[in-house]
Every structure is written in structure tokens, then in C-alpha cells.
């Protein structure tokens, strides 16, 4: 995140953007010129959200309701499996 952080700051700085960006927005941002402070504004600043896990709920096999089987296949579909964050059971 630091190196993003960076990164974006030397994107928005080349002289292409000179008319189109005035100033940054926010105090937290601007102050944020070394790796410390930096690390302090991606933390005050970062969250999860839009579903970052648990988005294809798994189901048994002759459920109506779910995207996938627990053997990971996609239900409607031949060979096709989702292996990854999105199928993470959800217990609460």
C-alpha cells in the first residue's frame, strides 16, 4: 500500500496533469511524504468493502440456492469450478 500510495503520487504529479489537478485533497494525504507518515494515512484510511470474500455461497448439491457445489463446481455449468476467497463459508 505504501508503494501505491507512491506510485499515485508520481502519477498525479507528471507535468500531463498540471491543468487538471490543482492541489491534493485532504490534509492526512498531503502530509503523507515518508514511509511513516504514509503508513499512518493507509491505515487511518483503509477498508473492505464490495464483498471481498464469501460472494459465490456454497450450498449442497441439490439446493436451489447457492452458486456452488462443496465440491467447488459452479451449479448449471460442466466443468467450470470457483477456487478461491469468494466461497468462503460465512457463520455469522
Known sequence: MR???KAVKRFVSAPAWKD???GPFGESFQSAT????ID?????????????VGTASMSPVNAKSGVVNPDLSVKGTDGLRIVDASVFVRFF
Open 20 to 22: 487538471y489537478i490543482i
Open 34 to 37: 515518508d514511509d511513516k507518515s
Open 40 to 52: 499512518a494515512y493507509v491505515r487511518e484510511l483503509t477498508t473492505t468493502i464490495f464483498h471481498p
Open 3 to 5: 508503494e501505491a500510495v
